[in-house]
């Protein structure tokens, strides 16, 4: 992998990824395809709208459908058939949140799977060595996400163990190869919570081992939104500039815009796919609540400013009756939209910064969105 930096304005960046498997222009939204599917959405839909890059996670790849399946398929990409660039996640967050009866060692972490209740264990080298079966260009190392709030002795472990696993990670990294003929890059975690000086122990710390990039995690996670913009600012100062910064699971579109400004290039979250799922659609004027009774007889697009196929093919009126009736093409119509909405607005994210005017667009477009959104109260 190879990042390079293009433009700046102030500190948001403009630069571009390149991969094996094509180039991602940043700043960048990944849409999440946790089980290898963009939920609703079919890889040629993720093409037209514009998605460069995807986002899958090695926890529920490795407990379904296995890497064996994986690996007899030819990798991910062809499993999935997505031809371009694909991160996975290490599935560490995946391991705190959802699974029961889970215990830490140094040694990585137990933990009874959600699906079955079988019992398995996450190691550093193991994360990596699944990874390496499900071929993705970009690979997370194992990490420890603490909840927020948590007292300053558990950051405190979290981020020592997070350091000593990513030294494992590199180790196990360095002494294995790609599976699939393309290489593969391996970024790590910052933790440390909203505390400053865990998050520079833990940036230098990782920094000093020499990574691809370096991703900004344990944000997004209750912590109230100043003291997110805050860290991440923080965290993004101490970093080097010819490197790319991936901010893990942040997503509304101000937080993205905000985090742009603080010199973050790489953003994923659910947000999106699980809004467009409950009917819940971003446009230029805000969030559009398609359950809500005004829409029923409404046959104007849902965006009119929005190309994409939904907005061009189908009506307010149309979509809200799909909801209505339970019909999956509603889910997957409102999927496309919001995708294509995130990606139209890394795009005039893009092209601000190049023309100096990111600051003063970013202002008057989440204004516009906030002084104009439709009521998303459902009747």
Not at 130 to 156: A, F, H, K, T
Request: glycine share 10%.
């Amino acid at each position: 992998m190879r990042f390079r930096l293009e433009h700046t304005s102030g500190e948001a960046r403009v630069g571009v990824l390149s991969s094996a498997h094509g180039d991602v222009p940043t700043p960048v939204f990944m849409p999440v395809g946790t089980q290898a599917s963009i939920k609703g959405v079919a890889p040629r839909d993720l093409v037209e709208i514009g998605t460069s890059v995807v986002l899958a996670n090695t926890y529920h790849l490795y407990l379904r459908p296995g890497t064996g399946v994986i690996e007899h398929a030819g990798g991910l990409h062809r499993f999935m058939n997505w031809q371009g660039p694909i991160l996975t996640d290490s599935g560490g967050y995946q391991v705190f949140s959802l699974a029961e009866l889970r215990g830490f060692t140094e040694e990585g972490v137990e933990f009874t799977s959600h699906v079955d209740g079988s019992r398995h264990v996450f190691t550093p080298e193991g994360v990596v060595d699944i990874q390496r079966s499900l071929g993705s260009d970009i690979m997370m190392v194992l990490d420890e996400c603490p909840p927020y709030p948590s007292p300053q002795g558990e950051l405190r472990r979290a981020v020592e163990r997070t350091t000593a696993w990513a030294a494992r990670s590199r180790q196990r990294f360095s002494e294995t190869g790609p599976l699939y003929g393309h290489e593969q890059a391996l970024l790590p975690v910052i933790q440390g919570g909203v505390e400053h000086e865990l998050r520079r122990r833990s940036a230098l710390e990782l920094m000093d081992q020499g990574f691809d990039g370096y991703a900004i995690g344990g944000l997004s996670v209750g912590e109230p939104e100043t003291l997110m913009y805050e860290t991440t600012e923080f965290c993004t100062e101490l970093l080097p500039a010819e490197r790319p910064r991936y901010l893990m699971g942040v997503g509304t579109p101000q937080n993205i815009l905000e985090c742009v400004e603080r010199g973050v290039d790489m953003f994923d979250c659910v947000l999106p796919t699980r809004n467009a799922r409950n009917g819940v659609l971003f446009t230029h004027t805000g969030r559009l609540n398609l359950l809500n009774a005004r829409f029923g007889d409404d046959h104007t697009p849902v965006d009119s400013e929005c190309s994409c196929s939904t907005c061009t093919g189908f009506s307010r009126a149309y979509l809200r009756h799909l909801f209505k009736a339970r019909e999956l093409l509603g889910y997957q119509l409102a999927t496309i939209h919001n995708l294509a909405f995130y990606q139209w607005l890394m795009g005039e994210t893009r092209l601000a910064i190049k023309e100096n005017r990111f600051r003063s667009w970013k202002t008057a477009v989440l204004g516009q969105m906030s002084a104009a959104e439709v009521s998303s109260e459902t009747y």
